[in-house]
């Protein structure tokens, strides 16, 4: 059973920069594809990045592509997501999920996800 739980949430104004980190335990992080989720109220939660786990394939949502990066350190179980030129819109709850899928059809439906961080908290403000 993998465990996951991120932190680096918090509230930062437009134009600035986060990142978040996800550690895992109870798996090998080399061995699963990871991903950034975000959700605001009252709306479904949405693909934000990935990372497979075969070659390090990475995968972005288009509005947060040239923004957002992701990465990985296999050696401490960590997954992050550095946010620069963070926007408004880009509040939300953000979550970090893993999957042995590594297909890429499969990296951006949240049902492909079978493990789940708690999330963290994204605020920012105009």
């Known amino acids: 059973q993998v465990q996951l739980v991120e932190s680096g949430g918090g509230l930062v104004q437009a134009g600035g920069s986060l990142r978040l980190s996800c550690v895992a335990s109870?798996?090998?992080?080399?061995?699963?594809?990871m991903g950034w989720f975000r959700q605001t109220p009252g709306k479904e939660r949405e693909f934000v990045a990935a990372?497979?786990?075969?070659?390090?394939?990475?995968y972005y949502a288009d509005v947060v592509k040239g923004r957002f990066t992701i990465s990985r350190d296999n050696a401490k179980n960590t997954v992050y997501l550095e946010m620069n030129n963070l926007k408004p819109d880009d509040s939300a709850v953000y979550y970090c999920?893993?999957?042995?899928?590594?297909?890429?059809?499969?990296?951006?439906?949240?049902?492909?996800?079978?493990?789940w961080g708690q999330g963290t908290q994204v605020t920012v403000s105009s």
């Open positions: 109870g798996g090998t992080l080399a061995t699963y594809t």
């Open positions: 999920a893993s999957t042995t899928n590594w297909a890429p059809v499969l990296v951006r439906p949240t049902t492909s996800y079978p493990y």
């Open positions: 990372m497979s786990w075969i070659g390090g394939t990475t």
